[in-house]
């Protein structure tokens, strides 16, 4: 009792104090804004600081979401959310809700061995590797980000007929990265509006799978969630953003509208029989539990749900004051520092290399993509790319990069992209890194061609 006006009495007394103006912000927003019970409301940080109790709820804390869902519908959707609620579980960062992902559509006979998925590709290198375990052994089908300019550039955006795959019904689910890593490009408006007409009119049962985790790198950035909200569970991480890959913080979102819901009701009577058992230890009606709530149980092997299931109270805490730092942020101050940060980095990056960087109001900019090929016929012509083809071997690049500047950067192979395209991170290093970097993957590649005028002269 009285929890909260000691609260407030501490907060006057300590005014001055660092983090003072965000706590008494975010009670605020959620008393004055929210109608929110605030003995209830300071009880909930109070436990979730001292982290002295299992979660509770355990799919997340009920002030936790409120928060988070609302800095979603901010930064995902626009401030423009569909109509009706999402749903938030609260998992150990992106990796674990995508894992958590993966295992409960298998064991609720969402997705079985075999069935057909396709993969947005160039995408981050689990998502690739995760459907060939021998656990899954998923049909993967991929589509890839080829467009191109008239002038030979890349666009990192995916062709709108190559998503007519999309329209077989046996295509069971998409698993897109947006903004996609590494390209880090948003969706195009028609590719999203191609996507939505494509299972509003011919795979309405298609599962959208959408990791976002860059989304704030984009202005007026909207998710599949936004556009097609009963379809799409989506991912998304405090990590990037908030520079705190450390406090592995993120969410799924699932609208409580949902086609998963749907589907496992439909299925065989024997296959209902099994979740029922599955399932039974949590409930005396096991088949009117939720996907999303079956997913907080498939994460402890459900058995262990009772006490070890959720995101621990003080990452929750976390995660809580990064999503209402951004909600009060009305002037998008530390985002639109962020977006220079990281567009200042990548604009050094590509000027010293010499070579052209394409104005792209979808570009996130948290990575870049250097195709090693485009600019080897740019500067050089078709036949100096058919030498390095023959002479060298893609990663050559990057262990020179290494071994000359001691910095590392990864080949875009293994990501599914162009085998001599090269992957650098502008979130880690300092501006005049970026400049070593850039000099440095022009050195190499006019070194190259120096040897391949030698050749031809010999």
């Not at 995916?158 to 890593?181: H, M």
């Not at 949590?282 to 498939?298: G, K, N, Q, T, Y």
């Not at 962020?338 to 010499?354: F, K, V």
Request: glycine share 4%; net charge negative; aromatic share 12%.
């Amino acid at each position: 009792k009285r929890i909260a006006s000691r609260f407030v009495q501490f907060l006057k007394k300590h005014a001055q104090s660092p983090g003072a103006t965000l706590l008494k912000g975010t009670y605020e927003y959620l008393v004055t804004e929210k109608g929110v019970d605030e003995n209830e409301l300071v009880y909930e940080w109070a436990e979730g600081v001292i982290g002295d109790q299992y979660p509770v709820p355990d799919r997340i804390l009920k002030y936790t979401e409120m928060l988070v869902r609302d800095y979603l519908d901010q930064e995902l959707c626009d401030n423009q959310p569909p109509e009706g609620i999402f749903d938030l579980f609260a998992t150990e960062g992106g990796t674990a809700a995508m894992c958590y992902i993966f295992d409960s559509l298998q064991q609720n006979f969402l997705l079985n061995k075999g069935d057909k998925i396709v993969l947005f590709a160039p995408v981050f290198t689990p998502y690739i590797e995760i459907p060939e375990q021998a656990r899954y052994l998923f049909n993967v089908i991929e589509i890839k980000a080829l467009k191109m300019t008239k002038d030979g550039y890349h666009t990192w955006q995916y062709q709108e007929k190559d998503l007519d795959v999309l329209k077989d019904p046996s295509v069971k689910a998409a698993f897109i990265t947006n903004p996609s890593n590494p390209p880090s490009y948003g969706l195009t408006k028609a590719l999203m509006n191609r996507i939505v007409e494509i299972v509003r009119n011919d795979n309405p049962n298609l599962m959208i799978i959408t990791d976002d985790v860059y989304a704030t790198f984009i202005p007026h950035f909207r998710s599949m969630m936004a556009e097609l909200p009963k379809n799409t569970l989506c991912v998304y991480s405090f990590s990037k953003y908030f520079g705190a890959t450390g406090w592995r913080l993120a969410v799924i979102a699932l609208h409580q509208d949902n086609i998963y819901d749907r589907m496992i009701r439909e299925l065989p009577r024997d296959k209902q029989e099994l979740l029922k058992k599955r399932y039974s230890s949590l409930s005396l009606h096991p088949e009117d539990i939720r996907f999303i709530d079956r997913m907080v149980a498939d994460s402890r092997q459900v058995a262990l749900n009772h006490t070890a299931a959720g995101l621990s109270l003080p990452q929750q805490t976390q995660m809580s004051l990064f999503a209402s730092f951004a909600l009060l942020d009305a002037e998008n101050t530390y985002k639109k520092r962020m977006q220079d940060m990281i567009h200042e980095r990548l604009h050094t990056l590509w000027e010293s290399t010499g070579f052209t960087l394409l104005d792209d109001p979808l570009r996130a900019g948290y990575y870049s993509e250097i195709d090693m090929l485009v600019w080897a016929k740019k500067f050089y012509g078709d036949d100096f790319v058919e030498y390095l083809k023959k002479n060298y071997e893609p990663l050559d690049v990057v262990f020179r990069l290494a071994q000359e500047t001691s910095l590392v950067l990864l080949n875009g192979g293994g990501f599914d992209a162009p085998e001599w395209s090269i992957r650098a991170s502008l979130a880690n290093l300092k501006r005049e890194d970026y400049v070593r970097i850039g000099e440095g993957i022009a050195s190499i590649l006019h070194s190259y061609a120096q040897r391949w005028k030698e050749s031809l002269d010999k």
